[in-house]
């Protein structure tokens, strides 16, 4: 058989065959296969791995029976939506998921969209262009000025990318209230946006979003959440941030949502004020000019939202867990950042030790994501674990007892 790729040395410009032979860590290149259903264990390359990276770490598919209801629906609805919801119209399952999720996040309507990146690059696209369809439909809206959290998630940096850095796009530092009001306190426009997190992926941080959302209230600038790692885990008054999340629920004009994490399947959405979501329809973009969540996704994440909202104690047990894993780890002496959310960081500092960890990992059995630059700033190297529902006692305390040694070794 002849090949069909081109001359490599066409690509010569790009250095990508530099930078591949620089990279060094075969798995960032070439990932390994995995086989079955990633859960609480994980088949990769044929050796299984007790994994504490699963982002769909509530196992709700085994324990819900939603295999099931995802193939019922795929003979309901269909595997696909076969088209934009401009020209079709909207499927069933989007519309009942919509509702579900403007009424969780308290907001008066929500538009879905294949993945929460979309919707992160969709909300500032609306928010920021401009548009003339004719001389009644029209929207000016690029004096918009968009203030992030400097830790903000890549999806919302792609987003505002193609905006000019110190006129359109401001940066406050990490979770810094006073930080955020020098900046508003600068900024000369009418339209502003503060876009911040719930929970921090990195460091498992809650943001200080009430003492946040006053400033936004002090500078009359827009609020915009992004609640990808925190949706349907916090709100109760029961739970931990529950003040916060009552915050975002009452104060916060818009919230985003990632379906890939507690729900467990994929996809993301936008929930605000009915008028900007309907706006947002078409001036999103990323509503119109790309696929749509698949219906039975859509079906079956509107059920597991139903299930969570309606069943506490799914959630309630996975945060025991969390906090179990948590009190474990310092009461064998490792620290882990003083976040109290259910992603535990373990900070490791240099590089090089946080990637022999890694190594060591997989070589006895576990699979433990390392955070390390450009993730996070150079030698602040961090594990980012995330406990999963369905690990046993056995599995959390033969990955304590292996840190624990590997910490020695390597005279942390
Ligand atoms: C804070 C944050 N925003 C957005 C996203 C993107 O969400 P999705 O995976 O649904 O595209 C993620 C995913 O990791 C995230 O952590």
Redesign the pocket.
């Known amino acids: 058989m002849t090949s069909t790729s081109p001359p490599t040395d066409r690509l010569a410009p790009w250095s990508f065959a530099e930078f591949v032979d620089a990279n060094g860590h075969e798995m960032v290149t070439r990932p390994p296969v995995i086989d079955g259903v990633v859960g609480p264990t994980i088949v990769r390359d044929g050796r299984e791995l007790v994994n504490f990276a699963s982002?769909n770490f509530l196992d709700l598919g085994q324990r819900l029976s939603l295999t099931r209801e995802f193939t019922d629906a795929a003979h309901t609805y269909g595997l696909t939506t076969g088209g934009s919801r401009m020209t079709q119209g909207v499927c069933r399952p989007h519309q009942v998921l919509e509702e579900s999720i403007a009424r969780q996040t308290g907001k008066e309507r929500a538009l879905t969209f294949a993945?929460?990146?979309?919707?992160?690059i969709g909300f500032v696209h609306a928010m920021s262009h401009s548009a003339r369809f004719d001389d009644a439909l029209q929207v000016h809206n690029r004096d918009t000025v968009f203030v992030l959290d400097r830790d903000?998630?890549?999806?919302?940096w792609k987003a505002v990318e193609g905006l000019e850095y110190g006129r359109s796009v401001h940066a406050f530092r990490h979770n810094d209230v006073a930080d955020l009001a020098r900046v508003l306190g600068r900024v000369r426009s009418r339209k502003v946006v503060v876009i911040i997190?719930s929970?921090?992926?990195a460091d498992g941080s809650m943001a200080p979003v009430i003492d946040l959302l006053d400033e936004c209230d002090r500078h009359g600038a827009i609020s915009m959440v992004?609640d990808?790692?925190g949706f349907m885990l916090y709100g109760p008054s029961h739970r931990p941030f529950a003040a916060e999340y009552a915050a975002i629920r009452e104060r916060a004009d818009f919230v985003?949502v990632?379906?890939?994490?507690a729900v467990g399947l994929?996809?993301?959405a936008l929930a605000g004020p009915a008028h900007a979501i309907d706006a947002f329809e078409v001036l999103s973009g990323t509503s119109m000019f790309t696929a749509a969540m698949q219906p039975p996704t859509a079906h079956v994440a509107g059920r597991t939202i139903e299930a969570l909202a309606n069943d506490p104690s799914i959630v309630d047990d996975y945060l025991a867990r969390a906090d179990r894993l948590r009190a474990g780890m310092h009461e064998m002496g490792m620290p882990t950042t003083p976040a109290a959310s259910y992603m535990l960081s373990v900070p490791i500092g240099d590089d090089d030790a946080a990637m022999t960890m890694r190594e060591w990992f997989v070589k006895d059995g576990y699979l433990v994501p390392v955070f390390c630059y450009p993730a996070v700033p150079r030698n602040q190297a961090l594990l980012r674990l995330i406990p999963h529902a369905g690990h046993t006692e056995e599995q959390v305390d033969g990955f304590l007892h292996t840190l624990a040694s590997y910490r020695r070794r390597l005279g942390l």
């Open positions: 982002i993945t929460g990146l979309l919707a992160n903000s998630h890549w999806s919302l997190e929970v921090y992926s992004d990808a790692n985003m990632s379906l890939s994490k994929e996809g993301g």
